[in-house]
């Protein structure tokens, strides 16, 4: 690993970003049982169903990303990130943030909403800044810091509609809301989260199965098509969509193709033949991304706001985004967790020994299966599908919560023997 163990920061850092993802990972899927009824027809609005999705997009992905980033990142490109008490003071930001937010969603609060996005902003700030850091600091790595680059950039564009979105409710100076929203859902997803996806699979995948890294040529190819395909279907999302949001899409299927060949690749390279359970949610979520795609590609051409709107967020949080972060959260704790365990001159714990893998097998099929019920649910209108549906989406956290409990207590368990 290169001296990877030199550049561990204490595991209380990155875990207590996981911790707070798994939790926030049941207390999504909650709501969302909650609001089940609403989620078939739903074109946004305050109301439960966007508390739900923000706990799960905020409260898992970037929570999952943050922590990731903070520890993944310094391994990767071999430079410090810096100081652990600014990556402790995020955290303690972020997640009273992402709570206090999600109430104002649900209810319309206007001090939770406010309060509560001044808060997340602040912690993603923070994160923005030492990520920004480090990559100033990287001349090398295109596959990566090329995406890095592009998903802060992203991220200061999502947070600038947020805080828009955020003062409309009582300002009420937006003339086109449901324009302002698409384009902070693209810029969301596949900007800020989807070249996080991208940059890190150029290193973790290869690192996971032992291959080589993606090449610089195709990691450079590939930042620069999705820019584009970045630009101009935000630049069209905020104009009402039609033909420059198709462009924009059309281009994103390109940039998904040419990371989808890279990731062949990496996988066709591969020494380790067998491919750990985690890949079928890794697997899952590279279906469900191009699908998000053709889903964002009809809307844009005139195609029905419902279902179409609705069935677009599932596949592109639930389906791609959520099944990749647990694939790859499922993976990275137990494996800092194995180099933390021989920090002390002890023998390190295994991972096969660390990792439940039946409960995490309850947790896919559940996944799974909470993604296919809500996308029946939506396309036609079954409000009780959609509860069924999302009392399966939270079995599977439930079961994520229990392989995190049992990952703990084997952890400490050999430690206390060694």
């Keep these: 690993m290169m001296g990877a163990k030199d550049r561990l920061l204490p595991p209380s850092v990155p875990f207590r970003f996981f911790a707070a993802a798994i939790l926030y990972h049941v207390a999504g899927w909650a709501v969302l049982l909650w609001a089940a009824a609403d989620i078939p027809g739903h074109q946004g609005g305050l109301g439960p169903v966007v508390a739900g999705l923000h706990l799960i997009t905020l409260g898992v992905l970037a929570m999952t990303a943050m922590g990731a980033a903070y520890q993944m990142l310094p ?22 943030g992402v709570a206090v937010l999600s109430l104002g969603l649900a209810g319309g609060q206007e001090w939770a909403l406010q309060g509560g996005a001044a808060l997340t902003m602040a912690g993603l700030l923070i994160f923005a800044i030492l990520v920004g850091r480090n990559l100033l600091q ?11 680059w592009i998903a802060l950039a992203a991220l200061l564009g999502l947070m600038a509609l947020a805080l828009a979105l955020v003062l409309d409710v009582s300002l009420g100076f937006l003339s086109d809301r449901p324009a302002v929203i698409a384009t902070h859902a ?43 395909a970045l630009l101009i279907a935000g630049l069209g999302c905020w104009n009402g969509g039609g033909w420059g949001a198709a462009a924009g899409v059309v281009l994103g299927l390109a940039a998904v193709a040419l990371y989808g060949l890279a990731q062949r690749r990496v996988l066709a390279g591969r020494m380790r033949k067998r491919l750990e359970p985690f890949f079928r949610l890794l697997k899952a979520g590279w279906v469900m991304l191009p699908l998000s795609l053709l889903a964002a590609l009809a ?4 195609g029905p706001i419902d279902p179409l709107a609705p069935l677009w967020g599932l596949l592109m949080v639930f389906g791609w985004l959520l099944s990749f972060a647990t694939g790859i959260l499922q993976r990275i704790m137990p494996f800092l967790a194995s180099m933390h365990s021989g920090a002390n001159g002890g023998k390190p714990v295994l991972l096969s020994r660390l990792t439940a893998q039946p409960v995490l097998t309850v947790h896919a099929v559940a996944h799974g299966a909470a993604v296919l019920l809500l996308a029946v649910a939506i396309v036609f209108d079954l409000p009780l599908l959609a509860r069924l549906g999302a009392l399966s989406g939270l079995l599977g956290a439930l079961s994520f919560l229990a392989f995190a409990i049992l990952m703990v207590g084997r952890y400490r368990a050999h430690d206390r023997s060694s």
């Design 75 to 96: 391994v990767a490109t071999r430079r410090q990130l810096g100081p652990a008490w600014a990556c402790v003071l995020s955290w303690w930001l972020f997640v009273p």
């Design 299 to 302: 809307l844009a051409l005139g």
């Design 138 to 148: 990287v001349s090398d790595l295109p596959a990566v810091s090329w995406a890095l």
């Design 186 to 228: 693209v810029i969301a997803g596949y900007g800020f989260m989807g070249m996080l996806v991208f940059g890190f699979s150029s290193v973790l995948v290869p690192m996971f199965v032992l291959s080589k890294a993606v090449p610089d040529a195709e990691g450079k190819r590939l930042a620069a098509v999705s820019s584009a």
